[in-house]
């Protein structure tokens, strides 16, 4: 590009964001030529307190603001002007020159011409960011504006974006790098409008609805993980709670495998004393007694087993009714046959032991140092991840207030039990994650409720913008189509400047498509509607194959019946969107009532015009392949497949919309 041509765009540019930005941001004073050149302020004099000092120190704050916010829009000017300079030569370089060597030089040019323009937006995006740091307390508003398209510049990747089309260009893959630049061309005019937009209330609430998405999508993410790990520390609580219980039950069966060892011995000592001495009564009734406490002790320990376990032990059963055996032979003064049943308790007794004992190692080595350090690694992650989502709730005001302090309340909880686990304490470390759990979802709520009440808000402007949209699309495809047809007939003929002027209309055409997309965006994130977004993504598609036949020179009959037909399809748009009900206050009428059953049999109505766009769409295309497939039917090329295979697609988008739509409105259906 002339460096003259160039200077000169970048005035126009200069002058015209400067009367965009003073119109949007008034300032109490106005500017003379000479005070344009010199920037001397001359005060206005019938403004009130204008020699305060406080006025001052205010007025020159905010000439500062308004004058580096327009220094941006300048700076994102020369980015766009430099991007579209790049874009044109790459569009103008001949395909073949990938194979040219001769032509490498010029590869570079290029290349080094798009490594500028990144260098650039890099610059562009700092700035943006400390000018939006400071003036945050003296311009919140327009802090808010810098910071909005800030995130936009980043969420769209423009940067990267352009690192990769200067990685093309050096490639000599000029076909990507044209397509990867008129992306990039579309999301800076994106910026701008950002940048310099007048209605930055609505751009605000709507990107204070994304941003409430985003937390609500990773609180999901936080509540499934924590819900995962509260899960786990239970059952860990659990096997510890066994663990103990199994320690607490093998020390009593310690105790009564020695106490029957004393038993036997005490039998085994009377039976030997008996050949010479008759064993003394008390000395039998000692042993009776001591056995029958024994037996009822092991009876016990039986029933607090089963309860743990959840099934009777065999072994403690056994050994309980050998030791009542025993005890009944005592009694009958029978001390050697009792001898036998004491004998067979011990070994019960001891076979049990040995049962708990593996049963608590395989308990304890489950239950170990190690996994308490995991458990609270992990606890102490999910805390950094929430404390990250608490964080980001902070910054959103008032839409976040209901939420902050339970967020904080669940930090706290895990906190807490991380300090739990770090002691190996399962079971309170469970309980400050249930409640963790619990502030975190309710916490969800109190966003998803600030989300559907911002949605409430932004539906009845969407339907304005959505209106205001169509009506715009309708008006520039009309253009385009009466200009396609007076061009017809020149192109017919294979006039040269005919062609071109059509080529020229793809242009035009895809501003129709760019302003598609944001509408398509609009509702998706708004959620306006159900068949509206794909009606939108329908008559989308046609439009690009609209901007592809004008670009390749087409002004065929074919092609104006496309434009023809997107043009009905805005227009039964139009009429549906106009019948489409606006979201009501707070004084809407109670459900039940006429007004409210008319209301729904509107939307009804209005949605089913919609599919029935989106069906006739998809009929008439289907025509169309199908005779292409007529001719074709014994061999199917590639490219009738993909469309096959498009349809297909686009008909099961139809049966989805319709079975959302039956879903969610089915039960609104008005009864006779």
Known sequence: MNIINYSSRMSTNWRRFRRQVFAANPLPWRLSSRDERGMNRQRVVDHPHTNSSGYRTAIVARSLSVFSIAAIALLLSAVVLAQDDTDKKVANTPVDSQRRTEDVSASDRLSFNQSQVAAEMSELEQRMFRLAESIKKLEPENSSRLMLGLKYARQELILHQMKETVEALGALDLATASGEQKQLLAKLARLQELLLSDDLDFQMRLERLRQIR????????????????????????????????LKKRLATLSQLIARQKQHIEAGQDLVAKAPSTTPSDEALSTLHTEQSTTQTDTAALASEQATAAGSPSKNLDGASQEMQSAAKSLEE?????????????????????????????????????????????????????????????????????????????????????????????????????????????????????????????????????????????????????????????????GSRQALTAVS?????????????????????????????????????????????????????????????????????????????????????????????????????????????????RINTTTAKVDRDRAEQVENLSTQLRRRIDDLRGSQEDVLDVTDRLAAERGDEVPSQ
Do not use: C, H
Request: hydrophobic letters at 35%; a neutral charge; zero cysteines.
């Open 214 to 245: 985003e937390v609500l999508k990773k609180l999901d993410v936080a509540i499934k993980e924590e819900e995962r790990q509260r899960d786990r520390t239970s059952d860990v609580a659990e096997k510890k709670e066994k663990a103990e219980g």
């Open 504 to 616: 020229k209309l793809s242009k035009r055409e895809g501003d129709i498509v760019l302003t598609a997309t944001t509408l398509i965006t609009l509702v998706e994130e708004t959620e306006f509607g159900i068949a509206l977004p794909a009606a939108l993504w329908v008559v989308r598609d046609a439009m690009e194959d609209v901007e592809a036949s004008l670009e390749a020179g087409d002004a065929s009959s074919q092609v104006v019946d496309a434009e023809k037909r997107i043009e009905e399809d805005l227009k039964s748009l139009l009429e549906a969107m106009k019948q489409l009900p606006s979201p009501v206050s707070s004084g809407k009428p109670r459900k039940g009532s006429p007004q409210e059953r008319l209301r729904e049999l509107n939307r009804l109505v209005a949605e089913l015009k919609m599919i029935r766009i989106l069906q006739q």
């Open 333 to 493: 003064k029978k001390t050697e046959q009792s001898l036998p049943p004491m004998q067979k308790a011990l070994e019960l007794l001891k076979k049990e032991q040995e049962r708990l004992a593996q049963e608590k190692k395989k308990l304890d080595g489950q239950i170990n140092d190690e996994q308490f350090a995991s458990m609270k690694k992990e606890q102490t992650t999910n805390r950094q991840f929430s404390d990250g989502i608490t964080d980001t709730i902070s910054n959103l005001g008032d839409s976040g207030k209901g939420a902050l302090g339970e967020m904080l309340r669940a930090g706290r909880s895990m906190q807490g039990a991380e300090g739990q686990l770090g002691q190996g304490m399962p079971d309170p470390a469970s309980r400050d994650q249930s409640d963790a759990v619990k502030s975190l979802k309710y916490a969800r709520d109190q966003l998803a409720q600030e989300a559907e009440r911002l949605l409430q808000e932004l539906r009845s402007e969407v339907k304005q913008r959505v209106l205001e949209g169509l009506t715009l699309m309708l008006e520039k495809q009309k253009l385009v189509r009466q200009e396609t047809e007076s061009l017809a007939p020149r192109v017919a003929k």
